[in-house]
């Protein structure tokens, strides 16, 4: 089992086997490390690639991100932060694996994505965009674990179903590990910042985040709420428990719950306009 | 809360939400939400090219909706492994509360 577990690590550590990430992204990551380099710079990079923009400004103006009207790479930059512009970079393929053969899963992630932006602005939680771009990505370890390991977690569904367990629970009893402890390799591989790195590895640990708890706290909720919600699809339909370090750390009250229930709701019908366009813009496009 | 095509709406129907251009949603509302729609202001809205407007209620029935038994139904069997976890519970009925009240009842 250990023996799995590493080798699913070394298999996401070597960047050469990921689905196609584009040769920017090595470029990108050694302009964001140089203080000198300008925005417009970065941004300039990123354009050169027509199809990886489209996607990036679609992203941009999802509903995860409160629908900001971005028209450009450099405005996206600015507006929504490199960091997070970087990771939809590096995300699009897999969001793009996600649309078309796992539509459940990218509908429950851009929902969780909406949710988090919600809590986050109730709260007035700093950075609210990272905050919205960790709760996207997510579950973004279980796309990987799904391409490697197909076989071994076919019976997935009858574990969850038959034992009562949650999904990461009896991905740890099959691989030895699971897609929180995935998505943060790989989102370290991606040299995110730890503040999206943190919230990704410990969705359902809140308390095992050392550092940017309260980011985690979000995403756990936002995962919770899009299941109670029924919206989307992740494995199971069944509600994990809310930790009470996450209530607790957010200083969640039940009237503020009701309000983003309520807010939440009202926006999750553009959610799902916002994905049927993008399903019928692929099916035109094949 | 129900979004329906302009097609379907009827005298009657309250508006649950703002009605905005789609070419500038962020806009000024052509109408705001709580107003009654009537036969002249929904042809009006049709001319102005809304397709589709979001009311109070649930009015229109299509195919695959569900009734308030059936999404009650649901929300037990997504709660159903944290039925005694109390911060859970509140969620559970902050839910109930939200499907009761959109569904009109």
């Not at chain 1, 929902?111 to 579950?139: F, W, Y």
């Amino acid at each position: 089992m250990e023996d799995r577990r590493a080798e699913i690590r070394n298999f996401i550590m070597d960047t050469r086997t990921l689905p196609t990430l584009p040769g920017i992204v090595t470029k990108l990551n050694t302009l964001a490390d140089n203080d000198k380099s300008s925005i417009q710079e970065m941004a300039r990079l990123v354009s050169s690639d027509q199809v990886l923009s489209a996607r990036i400004l679609r992203l941009a103006n999802s509903p995860s991100y409160g629908f900001y009207r971005v028209a450009t790479i450099s405005n996206a930059m600015i507006l929504l932060g490199v960091d997070v512009v970087k990771s939809l970079v590096l995300s699009s393929s897999i969001f793009e694996i996600m649309e078309k053969s796992v539509l459940g899963l990218w509908e429950h992630s851009l929902g969780a994505g909406v949710a988090a932006n919600i809590i986050a602005k109730r709260l007035h939680l700093p950075e609210c965009e990272e905050i919205s771009t960790a709760a996207l990505l997510h579950d973004i370890g279980k796309v990987i674990i799904r391409l490697n390991c197909e076989e071994e977690l076919s019976d997935l569904p009858v574990r969850i179903a038959e034992k009562g367990l949650s999904t990461y629970e009896a991905e740890r009893e099959i691989i030895g590990t699971d897609h929180a402890e995935v998505g943060g390799w790989l989102a370290k591989s991606w040299f995110l910042p730890e503040k999206l790195i943190v919230p990704i590895a410990c969705h359902h640990d809140v308390e095992a985040a050392a550092l940017h708890q309260s980011k985690t706290a979000v995403v756990h909720l936002a995962d919770i709420l899009i299941k109670a919600s029924g919206f989307g699809f992740s494995d199971n339909d069944f509600v994990p428990p809310i930790q009470p370090a996450a209530w607790k750390r957010l200083d969640m009250t039940e009237t503020l719950l009701a309000e983003i229930v309520d807010e939440l709701e009202e926006k999750l019908i553009d959610v799902k306009n916002f994905s049927l366009e993008i399903q019928s813009a692929d099916d035109s496009q094949a | 809360m129900q979004k329906i095509p302009i097609s379907l709406a009827q005298s009657g129907m309250m508006l649950a939400k703002d009605v905005v251009r789609a070419e500038n949603p962020n806009g000024p509302p052509i109408c705001g939400k709580g107003v009654e729609l009537t036969d002249s202001l929904i042809d009006r809205l049709r001319n102005m090219g809304i397709q589709s407007v979001t009311v109070q209620g649930h009015p229109v029935w299509m195919e695959g909706d569900k009734t308030l038994d059936e999404m009650l139904k649901d929300l037990d069997r997504r709660f159903s492994r944290v039925a005694d976890d109390p911060l859970t519970g509140k969620l559970k009925n902050i839910y109930r509360d939200h499907i009761i009240r959109s569904m009109g009842e």
